[in-house]
């Protein structure tokens, strides 16, 4: 909004005051151009009265006339300058009139908005400023401060000085004319006689129409001009007196000037009032020279061609292929206003002659003048104005005595002298009609005139309202308008305010005006007095509203300057209207640029874009900078280009792919012209976008890929995602081997190893780099845009810092860089590898992998990338020499930093409550000296296996570095997947891959089946303990530099189906000692598809048969095994049949004896789902008691077939060791711990009766099944080999190697009360194992009975004391009754003799009763009608025992003989 130090009723004075000519001689304009001034010009600065005047008013009442200026202009006969040269005027006043740089900015708290206005902080009463967000209560109403228009002030003041006199209103005609007379003149009266003659002639002849004079009777005030440097002051003083008493003291004056001497004080500096005041005088006298020159349009003529969307090329050179758009800048209306340059106009120079103003003119001639005016305006203008009042106020008077009804009748026959120039075709409402010099109507104007001119606004008003009627009545709508007009600004200007301001007045005016009239000029005075007034007194919408009106397409400039103050009354509302301000801020710069104004337009642009940016509201975000960055470059202003153009790239824009092309293009042009090849450091590129969380550092060569059947190790790379979980298994695992490397105990330092970097590792810690080792950095690129980028020469920049270096040495320049030149002096520190090439398509995001070779030691810095960005071309079509020249020219390098930011910290309290980032160092890796390097390769390694499948492959270490390495080890998630063999032997099977395919990885031997169990006693030390860490059996346990060694690994498939990830974390050390990194580590992961087999049962009973009638010297008692094999593959894998070749067995308390099957063939063939029984008679094994015994164990061999594997080497006793013997099985039931410690639970708790039970069932016999498939694979037979293991701990208690599945758990009743726990039961299943019997009788027996009716049978009842402690047994003959599931048999027999039997058995006592059955008759009987019951001797508790095999019968055949 405009606001100056003057307050609106001083503008409004200001631009109407008193109009007074100026006639000179040619010698008083000799005397005055000695101060490079005309007369005229020499008295402006003075013009405004310091002291009160007074006149009395037709009512004979006074009235004071305060701060009254006049104006003084030289008499020019000449037309009026056409309308292009007035607008040129303003033009350049406005031009000139810009916003000082670097100028302290004003802050408006706008709502949410903080706007800054760059001002001089002229002061200003803002109303809703303290009310509306009291964000400066402390300041009072006097001290507000908002941001200024000057340009806007100097463009009113000159339109309204500029403004020519008009037949409807007499404000602009001259009252007086000063005849200025040179005192040198030889006659001084003759020369006022002809300026007098020359004024009369110029106001009375009718030769001229220009000036316009107020009255016929005009003031003609004479002037003797007195040059004080020539002397001849008592002439002039004697001219001066016969002048007063030819035209009276109150006539004439005596104006001495030119007193300066230059002989004395020439260096005095003398203040100069008349610059400020000269330059639009002068321009607009240049602008007068220039219109018949330049009368071509200025404004808004540019042809429809001149406004086509085609792409053009400005003049800058720039490339425009720009969708049309409303507010877009039009060029070639621009190239019409060219931007004046810095100095082109200063006010000096535009002043005809060079030198200062004012020269001769001392400060005493300075109050001289200002007398002069002074006498002048009191004795003579006053005096005139008040009597003209009275002659026309008499006139009016002496009228009002006829009725009104008269007059107008008589005004209507006789025409009243009014020559109407209308058409008679055009409507009444026109403009034009005229009314003669002495019509009444004028009258009453004039005297409205001239009262509002001396301030008497009362009168003024009442003048202006009646006239308002007459012209009205008279439809002569220009006077109309001009008297509503006037009434409107004397109601707002009366003193008190009688009467509210009429607005309706002012909008009425500015209509008829605009659309009846079509005199734009009057209507917009009309409308800049009308907004000052409203907003004076804040009716800031009523003043928007009317400044937008008066926009239109005839005038930018005009529109420009109405539209920017309509949206200052936006801002300054009680309510400000934040977006509307913005809006029509736009329209505003759009209108200067139309105008040329670009300063100006930048300016606009530059304050709306504070209300629209971050809103969200990106197409209005795109357009405001984009017009910013091209004002700003036209006007030499290339880094706020650059600026501008960035935010249209950075941001998602939703613009079309097209028009995104051009502001690149644009983007391009600008900075290539701004840099230019003379920047030190390279600047930030906004594109492409980098998401700098994104970076993964990954330190190490990159997975070379294996030729041949060579299978490299996975390890880690930059194409595998990143797991949490698998990297805290991968430092379980390497914790594990640290802790085997160094006896178990994990270093406090201890850092799992981290290859590869990323925003969810920790990156607390600098990472550690290996010299000659690459560093990859994967960036992470994104192009928000919808045209391609091409990038090239693509690099890393870093900062070197070399070992040993202090910061405060590196601060004075120790520190290398590659900044300055990527090719030259940095390859000995580190190679930087360069992309030549890297295409980004639209919105695409694309990793980039960068390398660094670090040579040396030290701390290494990524400090960003650097880059030659362009557009790449979108057709496929190849480009013409010269628009290759031309891409070749848009190309620009700079740069982008990598700033990562680190997690967000949330451990104390004030983290909590701040936003607090930890530091996150994965771009600065110290460079450590050269380390070991390992690579593992893998052969006739499988991807597939069947479960227990037995394959032997190859793995090859190789040490690739130059320092040897050592200490190598292995963990893996599976230990029980894979082994290296044992100490044992070599096996007799090939070392070589090459070797026969169908070659059993096991040792063999030839044996015929059926013979007895080959038993071998191995030592559980030969075989590497279960454990996560496996030492790897290397020669000389060091690998040299360049060397490589083979070895043997033997592979089973997993017992699950289903596919399996093993993990392998290789561990390796230098032989050096003391190095930052202490181990190496390399990572594979392999994934097998396991197929279902065989399926394994297995189950033990004890054996039934009497010791004295065993074949064989094993009487400490035996058991029976029995095996179910069933093949249960699925035939996927293309296995044709399963061969039962094997079942071993390792213990270290039993051992398979033989096979009893019935069956003569011995080898088991299964096909799909069949099934096979076995059955094996296991015996106790018969070691000699020693030391180490519970570390021994041994293997018994059952071969169904004509080979025989010694199960007890490798990989068969390996994979033993570590499937069966696992730390699970170990603990649910450690053969090795009960055996060591039997005796004493013996004597701690023999009265234990769960602990005596068990040692009773106790077996703890491993069944070991080897099975061959034969498969057909590429027309190939191969045959597979395998096994499957099976642990018997209890008997009775059957086993299986597939685990069965869990079924689904059943919903239960929700129970409130807990239930009462149920009585504990006897173990009466547990205490019938206590006795073992067995029945020993003839199955037939023959008998005469016809000869002896009763036949006795011997039987001999055989007692087996199965457990560790003393048990009590009581036989007991007489017959039980019969179970209903029993056999129906002959019963009509007895036992004869004793009845019941009392025995007491020691432990693993055998005890033999004799015992008489007595039969009466032939037939089938069963004998097994006695009952044994058992107890502990120390027990109460009794049971029936071996309820089991009691309930099956025994039979006997009596025969009648």
Known sequence: ????????????????????????????????????????????????????????????????????????????????????????????????????????????????????????????????????????????????????????????????????ASEHEFLNHYLACLLVVSSTETVPVEQFLKLSQEQHRIQHSGDYTNPKWFIPNTLKYYVLLHDMGEGGEQRAESVYEDMKQRYGHQGCYLLKVNSRSFSAEDDEQMPDPWSQYLHRSNLQNQEEEDAAVNSGPVENKASAAEVDSSPTTDKDGAP?????????????????????????????????????????????????????????????????????????????????????????????????????????????????????????????????????????????????????????????????????????????????????????????????????????????????????????????????????????????????????????????????????????????GHRFSKAGQRRHALRCYCQAMQVYKERGWSLAEDHIHFTIGRQSFTLSQPEKAVTAFRQILTNDSRQTATQQGAFLREYLYVYKSVVGGDEDRLPQLPLPCIHSSATRVYFGHERRLAQGEKQAATHVSLDQEY???????????????????????????????????????????????????????????????????????????????????????????????????????????????????????????????????????GQLSIVGVVYNLAAAPCGETAPSCEGQQAMDFMVVRGRQDLKIQGPRLNQTKEDKMLVRHGVDRRLDPIITPPMPLMEVFFLQFPTALLCGEIRKAYVEFCNVSAVALCGLRVASTHPDFFTFGSRAPTPLTPVSPASAENCSAYKTTTRQPGSVASEMLVSAGDFSPLSGVMEIPIDGSTLLPGESTQLPLWLRGPDHEGVHEINFLFYYQSTEKGMKISHRVLRHTVFICASRSLSVQASACRSSVPPHQRLDDKSTGGSLVFVDVENVNTSEAGVREFHIVQVSSSSQHWCLHKCINPAND????????????????????????????????????????????????????????????????????????????????????????????????????????????????????????????????????????????????????????????????????????????NLHYPETHSHPFVQESLCVVPVTLTLSNCSSAPVDVLIDLRHKSPSPESVEVHSSFTWVGRTQYKLQLEPQEVLCVTLRACFLQAGVYNLNTLRVFAKLTQQGAVCEADSQQAASPALIIINNA
């Open 320 to 588: 425009t292929s720009l969708e049309p758009h409303p507010l877009q800048l039009d060029t070639a209306l621009c190239a019409e206003h060219p931007e004046p340059k810095k100095g082109a106009r200063e006010p000096e120079s535009l002043v005809g002659a060079a030198g200062s103003h004012g020269a001769c003119l001392t400060l005493n001639d300075h109050d001289h003048i200002r007398q002069f005016i002074q006498e002048f305006t009191f004795r003579g203008l006053l005096p005139h104005i008040e009597k003209n009042i009275r002659q026309l106020n008499d006139q009016l008077v002496s009228r009002k005595g006829l009725s009104r009804s008269l007059f107008t009748a008589t005004k209507k026959w006789f025409g009243g002298g009014k020559v109407p120039e209308k058409g008679v075709s055009e409507p009444k409402s026109t403009c034009g009609l005229l009314y003669p010099p002495e019509a009444p109507e004028l009258q009453i104007r004039k005297m409205a005139d001239l009262c509002f001119l001396v301030q008497h606004y009362e009168l003024a008003y009442s003048c202006y309202h009646t006239a308002k009627k007459d012209f009205l009545s008279d439809q002569a709508m220009l006077y109309a308008a001009g008297a509503l007009e006037m009434a409107a600004v004397s109601a707002f200007l009366q003193a008190g305010a009688p009467r509210p301001y009429p607005t309706h007045y002012m909008d009425t005016a500015i209509q008829t005006y605009r659309d009846v009239c079509k005199n734009m000029v009057l209507a917009e005075r009309c409308a800049l007095l009308s907004a000052e007034i409203l907003k004076s007194q804040a009716k800031y919408s009523e003043a928007a509203t009317l400044l937008i009106k008066m926009t239109s397409e005839d005038s930018d400039l005009r529109s420009a300057l109405l539209l920017e103050q309509a949206a200052h009354c936006f801002i300054n509302m009680r309510n400000p209207m934040v977006r509307k301000f913005a809006f029509h801020m736009i329209l505003a």
């Open 1162 to 1333: 011995r080898d088991c063939k299964l096909g799909s789902r069949e099934r096979a029984k076995l059955c094996f008679r296991a015996t106790r094994c018969q070691r000699p008691a020693a030391s180490d015994a519970a570390e021994e164990y041994t293997f018994a061999d059952v071969n169904l077939g004509n080979e025989q594997i010694i199960s007890s080497s490798t990989p068969c006793g390996d994979f033993f060791f570590r499937g069966c013997l696992s730390p699970e099985s170990q603990r649910g039931g450690g053969t090795a711990s009960r055996t060591s410690s039997s005796s004493r639970i013996q004597e701690d708790k023999a009265a234990d009766i769960s602990n005596i039970v068990k040692k009773c069932n106790e077996l703890d016999l491993n069944i070991i099944v080897i099975w061959k498939a034969h498969v057909v694979e590429d027309n190939k037979q191969l045959i597979l080999e395998g096994q499957l293991h099976v642990a018997l701990q209890t008997i009775g208690k059957e086993v299986t190697s597939l685990t069965p599945k869990e079924e689904a758990q059943e919903m239960v009743l929700l129970k409130f009360k807990p239930e009462a726990p149920a009585p504990v039961a006897p173990p009466s299943a547990e205490l019938s194992q206590l006795i073992k019997t």
């Open 723 to 857: 797991d949490q979980d698998l990297a805290a298994m991968w430092g379980h695992l390497e914790e594990q081997l640290v802790a085997a490397a160094n006896r178990g105990v994990v270093p406090a330092s201890f850092q799992p190893t981290q290859c590869c970097l990323n925003s969810q590792t920790d990156n607390l810690r600098c990472p550690l780099a290996v010299a000659e080792e690459p560093i990859i950095v994967e960036v992470m690129f994104r192009n928000p845009l919808k045209v391609p980028l091409a990038l090239s020469n693509l690099a890393l920049l870093w900062k070197f810092t070399a070992e040993g270096v202090t910061p405060s040495e590196e601060v004075t320049g120790e520190a290398i860089t590659n900044e300055e030149d990527l090719t030259e002096g940095t390859d000995n520190v580190v190679t930087t590898q360069i992309i030549l090439e890297f295409l980004l398509c639209p919105e695409e995001t694309k990793m980039a992998r960068l390398q660094l070779l670090p040579h040396r030691t």
């Open 1 to 164: 909004m405009a606001q100056c130090v003057q307050s609106v009723q001083e503008l409004v004075q200001d631009s109407f005051v008193p109009m007074v000519a100026v006639l000179c001689s040619e010698e008083a304009e000799r005397v005055t151009r000695k101060n490079n001034l005309n007369f005229a010009e020499l008295l402006r600065p003075f013009c405004r009265l310091t002291s009160e005047g007074h006149i009395r008013d037709p009512n004979n009442q006074v009235q004071v006339v305060k701060n009254l200026r006049i104006c003084v202009n030289n008499v020019v006969t000449s037309p009026n300058a056409a309308s292009a040269a007035q607008r040129r005027l303003l033009n350049e006043v406005v031009s000139l009139c810009q916003p000082q740089e670097g100028a302290a900015t004003n802050v408006i708290t706008a709502g949410d908005y903080d706007l800054n206005f760059s001002d001089h902080s002229v002061k200003a009463s803002v109303p809703w400023y303290s009310a509306w967000r009291q964000t400066l209560s402390e300041v009072s109403t006097s001290k507000h401060y908002t941001a200024t228009t000057p340009w806007f002030e100097a463009y009113r003041e000159n339109f309204l000085q500029s403004m020519a």
